[in-house]
Nanobody, 123 residues
């Protein structure tokens, strides 16, 4: 069992930046593939970014390429999502997820989820 907790969300103006963090309580994320997803009320959860166990492979949703960067912390207990040039359409609840089995860009490929952190981008 893995417990994940997201943080770093908030209110920011369009064009601004935020860095989201996802921490595993008392457990290293070294052996897990990790991903970030987001969800707007009333809509399906969508893929944002993913990173492999080694950190050598990453994948991004087309709309965030060049703006968002997913990374693994050196302490191996934290996952990050650096978000730059934020747009109002990025507004959503962001979730981190973990999967020990394989690298995936679909929500169904993940076993463990955090509770989410709200990101709101104003015009």
């Amino acid at each position: 069992q893995v417990q994940l907790v997201e943080s770093g969300g908030g209110l920011v103006q369009a064009g601004g930046s935020l860095r989201l963090s996802c921490a595993a309580s008392g457990r290293t994320l070294r052996s897990y593939n990790m991903g970030w997803f987001r969800q707007v009320s009333g809509k399906a959860r969508e893929f944002v970014a993913a990173i492999s166990v080694s950190g050598c492979t990453t994948s991004y949703q087309d709309s965030v390429k060049g703006r968002f960067t997913i990374s693994r912390g050196y302490a191996e207990i934290t996952l990050y999502l650096q978000m730059n040039s934020l747009k109002p359409e990025d507004t959503a609840v962001y979730y981190c997820a973990a999967n020990r089995a394989y690298f995936s860009i679909t929500s169904g490929g993940y076993d463990y989820w955090g509770q989410g952190t709200q990101v709101t981008v104003s015009s």
